[in-house]
T-cell receptor
Framework: DTGVSQNPRHKITKRGQNVTFRCDPI?????LYWYRQTLGQGPEFLTY????????KSRLLSDRFSAERPKGSFSTLEIQRTEQGDSAMYLC?????????????????FGAGSRLTVL | GQQVMQIPQYQHVQEGEDFTTYCNSS?????IQWYKQRPGGHPVFLIQ?????EVKKQKRLTFQFGEAKKNSSLHITATQTTDVGTYFC???????????FGQGTTLQVKP
C-alpha cells in the first residue's frame, strides 16, 4: 500500500484555463474526500464520495468545480475557467470502514496534495 | 453554517514549556479528531475522541473532549523541537461523513 497518491504535485496555469487533478486513494478505502487549503488556513471541505456516489458537496463550491469517482476507485477534480482565487493546495484524503469508530466521520489519510497556481 | 474555531492562531514557546490549543464548534459534534501538519507537509491523523468528557493521552500529548461535545483541547507537556507544526482539530457534525477543520494553531518551539 503506497498511501494516497495525487497528481500532478504542482500545476501552474493561466487564468481561464481548465485544470484537472487526480487522486488515487488507499485501495481498500471506500470514502474519498477533496479539500482545499490556502496559506495559514485549515483544510476547507469541498466534497466527498462513498464508493462512486458523491454524497455531499460544499455549498460554497462554485459551479466551475466538478469531481468524479466513476468506478469507486480513483477520483478527479476539475476546475473550469480558473481564476486567481483558485490558487491553493488541493488535498485528497481517503478513509475506510476499518477507520470508523462510530457512525460519524472516518479517520482521514491525506495525500501530499496538488498545488495550483493561477497566473 | 457549521464552524470550528481554534485559538490561538500562533504560539511561540521555549523548549520545555507547555502548550495548549483550544477548539470550539458552533454545533454538537459526533466526534472530534486532531491532526498535525508539519511545514511543507500534509495533515496527519493524531487521535479521535468520541465520548462526552473523554480524555486520551499519547506520551506528552493530552486530548480532551468537552461534556457538551462542542469543544476540545490539546495539551503538550514539556514541548520539544519535534513538536513544531500546525495542529488542527476537525469535527464531525451530526451523523454526516464530512469533517470540518479549524483554522489551526501553529506552534513554534525555540531550542
Amino acid at each position: 500500500d503506497t498511501g494516497v497518491s495525487q497528481n500532478p504535485r504542482h500545476k501552474i496555469t493561466k487564468r481561464g484555463q481548465n485544470v484537472t487533478f487526480r487522486c488515487d486513494p488507499i485501495s481498500e478505502h471506500n470514502r474519498l474526500y477533496w479539500y482545499r487549503q490556502t496559506l495559514g488556513q485549515g483544510p476547507e471541505f469541498l466534497t466527498y464520495f462513498q464508493n462512486e456516489a458523491q454524497l455531499e458537496k460544499s455549498r460554497l463550491l462554485s459551479d466551475r468545480f466538478s469531481a468524479e469517482r466513476p468506478k469507486g476507485s480513483f477520483s478527479t477534480l476539475e476546475i473550469q475557467r480558473t481564476e486567481q482565487g483558485d490558487s491553493a493546495m488541493y488535498l485528497c484524503a481517503s478513509s475506510g470502514p476499518g477507520s470508523t469508530m462510530n457512525s460519524g466521520a472516518n479517520v482521514l489519510t491525506f495525500g501530499a496534495g496538488s498545488r495550483l497556481t493561477v497566473l | 453554517g457549521q464552524q470550528v474555531m481554534q485559538i490561538p492562531q500562533y504560539q511561540h514557546v521555549q523548549e520545555g514549556e507547555d502548550f495548549t490549543t483550544y477548539c470550539n464548534s458552533s454545533t454538537t459534534l459526533s466526534n472530534i479528531q486532531w491532526y498535525k501538519q508539519r511545514p511543507g507537509g500534509h495533515p496527519v491523523f493524531l487521535i479521535q475522541l468520541v465520548k462526552s468528557g473523554e480524555v486520551k493521552k499519547q506520551k506528552r500529548l493530552t486530548f480532551q473532549f468537552g461534556e457538551a461535545k462542542k469543544n476540545s483541547s490539546l495539551h503538550i507537556t514539556a514541548t520539544q523541537t519535534t513538536d513544531v507544526g500546525t495542529y488542527f482539530c476537525a469535527g464531525a457534525p451530526g451523523n454526516t461523513g464530512k469533517l470540518i477543520f479549524g483554522q489551526g494553531t501553529t506552534l513554534q518551539v525555540k531550542p
